[in-house]
């Protein structure tokens, strides 16, 4: 098993839609969490960074942490075609290793 | 704030010749920063971390002979792809831990054409 599993997608959705994006992982030792976004042909960009169970808000971005079921979302709100990129989640532990373990990644496109 | 560049963005080269990127972390120290290929529609791979003033940790399977790692400050990293291949080409970003201490910054990328 993976320590970190994410659907790769593609996932294409409406302009105006509400974008679920999911990843599981295996790892108890796991205590803070990122999502990253990554367009075509750039470097990843930190969008949320969090360490507790429940939900972290930022503008349209919300992430969301369920340590019990070790599952991990990020939702976006009012999808702009601006958001299609590839959304990849990461997961680390405290005190542990400094790697990050990164998801395959999640290739997202809003139509306008 | 949290800002990493990268130099080159795009370097296109002769097989057999040597090829530096540098990393810099712009308005943050970074006692770590790491280096990663990314080949196309794949995730992220880990090449090696590497620490200010020490030698770089190199992952299972990375030539530390062919990709040497200098990290000489606390604000610089550069990967040297020596003698490179065209199987060499990818696209090689960097990262830096940040402030907070967990979470990384990535550059924005340098793409390598071995021809």
Redesign the interface.
Known sequence: QKEVEQDPGPLSVPEGAIVSLNCTYSNSAFQYFMWYRQYSRKGPELLMYTYSSGNKEDGRFTAQVDKSSKYISLFIRDSQPSDSATYLCATGSQGGSEKLVFGKGTKLTVNP | G?V?S?HPSWVICKSGTSVKIECRSLDFQAT?M?WYRQFPK???M?MA?SNEGSKATYEQGVEKDKFLINHASLTLSTLTVTSAHPEDSS?Y?C?A??P?G????????T?LLVL
């Open positions: 949290a990493v990268q770590t790491f794949q995730s992220l880990l971390t696209f970003i990262s831990r940040g907070e967990e979470t990384q910054y990535f550059g924005p990328g793409r």
